[in-house]
């Protein structure tokens, strides 16, 4: 089975931190080493790393994704708008990334996967995103300390997270957002699009067309599974993915 999860926020302010990494390692544990897990960015809420420093208040994570890695899970990952800064780290725990999106094929049909900040925005927003994701201007950032260079981002993301904080899950946004989706399926040519970073979950039919977006994981934990005919649109729930609620599904 192929998992899709987005928007987890890992390092954001919150009360119930402990318990969102307990979710999240529960979740792991029920995968078993035929399952593949595809993370659409954001699982950090700041992400940036120098040669030989790496965030340390995201330990517990490190480990549940390479204790998950051992058992023998693939695990995915695309880089979101939060955690885009480019190293080698989570390459070392086994963990294949990827900067902007991936492909695949089941069932004869195309999928593509993405966090999906590419999806919607204006010109300014595609020129702050290419100055973000330069490799230049990334080098350039992280000549500052580290203490110093972390805190800022901290400071940013935090600030861009809680931006759209009131108005994220309105009917109104949420059809702007998959009509947005359905046209970069369009340009992409593919049957399946899998998307996070609206932090609306949502699986749609349009023609010979499927979007589906994960959600907003650190608030409810909502999931996308792909079977050998099925797409589903899940909450997590307990230890055994079979039980889980499914809140909407397609077949493909």
């Known amino acids: 089975m192929k998992y899709f999860i987005s928007d ?7 009360e119930d931190k402990k318990r969102a990494e307990f979710v999240f390692e529960n979740f792991c544990n029920a995968l078993t080493n035929t399952d593949e897990l595809c993370i659409l960015g954001d699982f950090f809420d700041f992400w940036i ?11 517990e994570i490190y480990s549940i994704l ?18 885009f800064f480019r190293g080698k780290f989570l390459k070392t725990l086994g963990i294949k990334v990827f900067d902007k999106r991936f492909n695949f094929e089941h069932n004869g049909k195309k999928f593509v996967c993405t966090h999906g900040d590419e999806i919607k925005g204006g010109p300014a927003r ?8 330069n490799t230049i201007c990334q080098f350039l950032y992280k000549l500052l300390p580290p203490f110093f260079a972390i805190g800022l981002m901290k400071t940013l993301s935090e600030i ?7 108005n994220v899950n309105t009917p109104h946004r949420k059809e702007k957002y998959r009509n947005s989706a359905f046209n970069f399926a369009d340009k992409k040519r593919c049957n399946v699009l899998i998307a996070g970073h609206s932090h609306i ?52």
């Open 8 to 14: 987890l926020h890992f390092g954001a302010k919150s």
């Open 49 to 59: 790393e120098y040669s030989s420093v790496v965030p340390t208040e995201f330990a």
């Open 66 to 83: 390479l204790n998950t890695v051992k058992r023998g899970v693939k695990i995915n990952l695309v880089r979101g708008n939060h955690d």
């Open 126 to 133: 595609f020129f702050l995103r290419l100055v973000m994701r």
């Open 160 to 166: 861009s997270r809680k931006k759209n904080i009131n």
């Open 201 to 252: 979950c949502d699986l749609a039919e349009r023609g010979k067309k499927i979007y589906g977006n994960c959600g907003l994981w650190s608030e409810k934990p909502t999931y996308i599974e792909i079977s050998e005919k099925k797409i589903l649109l899940k909450e997590f729930c307990g230890a055994d993915l079979r039980n889980d609620v499914i809140l909407e599904e397609k077949e493909i």
